[in-house]
């Protein structure tokens, strides 16, 4: 069951586009403060809890700060949770920072 990837370089496009994606930010609030492109906060050991504010009906891309615990909760929504539509965003803001955005600051 293997997660969609999407580069920062095809989301902004995507996101330049208006298409219809929800982006979840499992990042702490503390790294939110650092950089942030407009996901909903809901911090990775909280998802779980928090199902009911993620919809079923739109895309789901999940972001971190370099994709690893991004990809692990978007292998729980598909696997766990029964989410269709999930992708990961490959690198995370690290590599937003390096590709879209590079006054994003890295941490």
């Known amino acids: 069951m293997g997660i969609p990837q999407i580069t920062p370089t095809e989301l902004k496009a995507r996101m330049d586009r208006g298409d219809d994606l929800f982006l979840l930010d499992v990042r702490e609030p503390h790294e939110r403060e ?6 909903e906060l809901i911090p990775k050991d909280t998802v779980a809890a928090n199902l009911s504010r993620i919809p079923r009906d739109r895309e789901v891309v999940v972001y971190c700060r370099s994709g690893g615990r991004s990809q692990a909760i978007a292998l729980a929504l598909k696997g766990q949770h029964g989410f269709e539509r999930v992708a990961n965003l490959a690198g995370g803001m690290l590599r937003w920072s390096d590709e879209v955005d590079p006054t994003v600051t890295k941490y």
């Open 34 to 39: 650092i950089c942030n492109i407009g996901g």
